[in-house]
């Protein structure tokens, strides 16, 4: 098969959540079980800032975009010829700013500008450079209009579009006087049109119901977006309008870049048979920290996020004087809304080497946290999968979750007999700290401790088991 990705994150290159994991991993994951593959995505300034190897290819156009004609650049990076990765850059648009914010965080002053751009670019690319394509898989709001631009103006490209919704609280909502930026007829944007809603312009409404077919990262979070208006922020009614059926493919890890055994961040490498070496990884992360040293011999729990409402951070700050007074040790690494980095800072005041929050980007300090804590909490809102579960229980540091999305269908609850991790099931403040009291019972007991931890490192969450998946979808669409 013949595979194109396009996505607005992609790992090593970019990546600000789980979608730059994915498409990290999974294109190898296709490449490695014989299918041909390419990646398409911007050419942001943070990728060229990092000076990676990019080749200038000759293929250079214009796009037409509000009437104004942007000039569209190629690079190409090359793994190691296994699979190439293809970067649209046009000056204006990309050479400052970060992938979803400008530099200083707040929003893009040109988000609808960029991305029609960049679908429009894409579809281009495809048509020059795999126009023998049989799937374009198009990711998340960015790239959802990507179906629509294709079945009215490539109708010669033969491929089939695969929509997959990473995160249905992102549509790409846009304001209504943008509308001119997409370049299509005025009936799109009425009353009932396919990218109309409640008055504004929504993309991921438009992707639902032109491609070929729709998928999200789970099982659980597949049905939760069919059963519920509110956990599929509004998208629901548009899987029953108009019928559409909903995959749902886990996502898996990328274990050479997730193992604790060749993990090349973090202090001492360990493995299920040397699961002492993780409490040195700890002590150096206390250590590198500044919290309490006694924490050596207590509860540390981690936790790295995007600080949004979406991933639990009020009930988190709700619970931190309960979780503090039970002795147990907070590392938060995380950035995102102001108000949650705030009180979160305030916290770390208050509770002085007992609360530890970094706020920024650290992918170096992200491995640490996951491997140097005892547990990890994902108290999620809402939560499509969620990787750092998956990899905090390679690590051996105990899950705590939230029973939702991708996190009830990876981690299973210790019920006294087995299980992965620790799971509670009402949003508030109150389930999550009961969940963390169960987590300071099972530390105390050093066997249990490890018999869980050992649960959680003999799970493998392939991608290979998920490329497998996509490719039967993809094989029931090309017949189709
Ligand atoms: P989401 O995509 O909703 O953010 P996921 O759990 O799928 O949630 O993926 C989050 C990814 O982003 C993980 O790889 C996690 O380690 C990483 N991440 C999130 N925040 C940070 C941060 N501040 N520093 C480093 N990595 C982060
Ligand atoms: C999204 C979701 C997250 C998922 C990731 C990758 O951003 O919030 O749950 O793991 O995409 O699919």
Not at 40 to 62: A, G, H, N, Q
Not at 65 to 76: D, H, Q, Y
Not at 165 to 184: S, T
Not at 330 to 359: F, H, P, S
Request: proline share 3%; glycine share 10%; hydrophobic share 35%.
């Amino acid at each position: 098969m013949n595979i194109v990705h396009i996505a607005a994150e992609v790992y090593p290159f970019s990546k600000v959540g789980g979608l730059g994991d994915v498409l990290g991993a999974l294109p190898r994951a296709q490449w490695k079980a014989g299918d041909r593959v390419c990646v398409i995505t911007p050419l942001y300034k943070e990728v060229i800032d990092k000076k990676y190897e990019l080749k200038r290819i000759s293929l250079e156009f214009d796009v037409w975009i509000g009437g104004k004609k942007r000039k569209c650049r190629v690079f190409e990076y090359s793994y190691d010829s296994t699979y190439k990765v293809y970067f649209l850059f046009n000056r204006s648009l990309f050479a400052k700013g970060g992938v979803y914010t400008e530099s200083d965080g707040s929003p893009l002053a040109n988000s609808t500008e960029r991305f029609v751009f960049f679908q429009k670019a894409a579809l281009r690319v495809v048509s020059c450079l795999a126009k023998d394509a049989d799937i374009i898989h198009c990711h998340d709001n960015h790239v959802a209009v990507l179906p629509l631009y294709k079945k009215l103006r490539y109708k010669n490209l033969r491929a089939r579009t695969f929509f997959t919704i990473h995160n249905v609280g992102y549509q790409g909502v846009a304001d209504m006087r943008e509308k001119g930026l997409f370049g299509l007829p005025g009936s799109y944007f009425r009353k009932g049109g396919d990218l109309f809603w409640q008055g504004s312009i929504n993309p991921m409404k438009a992707g639902i119901i032109h491609a070929d077919a729709v998928g999200t990262v789970s099982p659980t979070h597949a049905r939760e977006i069919l059963e519920s208006g509110e956990l599929s922020a509004g998208m629901r009614e548009i899987f029953v309008r108009t019928g559409r059926k909903l995959y749902g493919v886990l996502n898996g890890v990328d274990y050479d870049e997730w193992s604790p055994e060749k993990d090349r961040f973090i202090w001492k490498n360990y493995s299920m048979s040397s699961l002492d070496s993780k409490q040195e990884n700890k002590k150096r992360l206390i250590a590198e920290l500044g919290v309490d040293v006694s924490l050596e011999e207590r509860p540390l729990i981690g936790m790295v996020s995007r600080l949004v409402e979406q991933k639990g951070v009020d009930i988190l700050l709700e619970a931190i004087p309960s979780i503090v007074s039970l002795g147990c040790g907070l590392v938060v690494l995380g950035k995102g809304n102001r108000k949650y980095e705030e009180k979160l800072k305030n916290y770390q005041e208050r509770y002085k080497g007992a609360v530890c929050v970094r706020i920024g980007y650290d992918y170096l300090l992200s491995h640490r946290i996951i491997a140097g804590t005892d547990f990890f909490v994902v108290p999620s809102r809402y939560e499509p999968c969620g990787v750092t579960q998956m990899y905090s229980m390679r690590y051996g540091t105990i899950p705590i979750v939230r029973k939702t999305g991708g996190l009830a269908d990876t981690v299973k609850d210790w019920d006294g007999k087995e299980g992965t991790g620790i799971v509670f099931e009402e949003y508030c403040a109150e389930e999550l700290f009961k969940a963390i009291r169960k987590a300071v019972n099972i530390y105390r007991n050093r066997d249990l401790h490890r018999e869980i931890s050992c649960n959680g490192m003999r799970m493998r969450f392939s991608w290979d088991k998920s490329a497998g998946e996509y490719r039967k979808l993809y094989a029931k669409l090309i017949e189709s």
